[in-house]
């Protein structure tokens, strides 16, 4: 293994174990259950919403290490930002992850979301490391519905 997939892979634990912004948020403008049924994945995302602005933004629940250091570094990437911007995110992050953009492509705009970018090549995780920004889409649009990726 490379040293930078090594890297990688030491973010991803470290983010697993000791997730950030990780509890349940007061008072939030919208939260949303997500559901990742092939892995048993499962997480609640809180956002604190003001004027198109994400001004927080936290998220409680259980899964593997890909789902939670996902939703650890989404937390991390998208707090302070424009929810236009956090969709501008998300549309890079899905072509990398799940339509298989070269993440070279989105080095800058990804910052240390590239490290997750290596699911790409096992499907199987894929739905794992998409579950925290599909819920967060899911709340920031109102969507009714809980999330599942199946
Ligand atoms: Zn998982």
Wanted: hydrophobic share 40%; glycine share 8%; proline share 4%.
């Amino acid at each position: 293994m490379s040293a930078i997939n090594e890297l990688y892979k030491q973010l991803i634990i470290d983010h697993g174990r000791k997730p950030r912004n990780f509890g349940k948020l007061e008072k939030p403008t919208c939260c949303k259950d997500g559901f990742n049924p092939l892995c048993g994945d499962q997480l609640t995302v809180y956002v604190k919403e003001h004027d198109g602005i994400i001004d927080d933004l936290m998220f409680e629940g259980e899964g593997c290490a890909i789902s939670t250091a996902s939703a650890s570094l989404m937390t991390q990437a998208l707090k302070g930002k424009t929810v236009d911007e956090a969709n501008v995110l998300f549309k890079a992050f899905h072509s990398v992850v799940v339509e298989g953009a070269p993440a070279a492509k989105y080095k800058e705009q990804l910052g240390k979301l590239i490290v997750l970018t290596g699911v790409a090549e096992f499907p199987a995780r894929v739905k794992c490391a998409t579950l925290a920004w599909h819920t967060l889409d899911a709340a920031l649009k109102g969507n009714q519905q809980p999330v599942s990726t199946e």
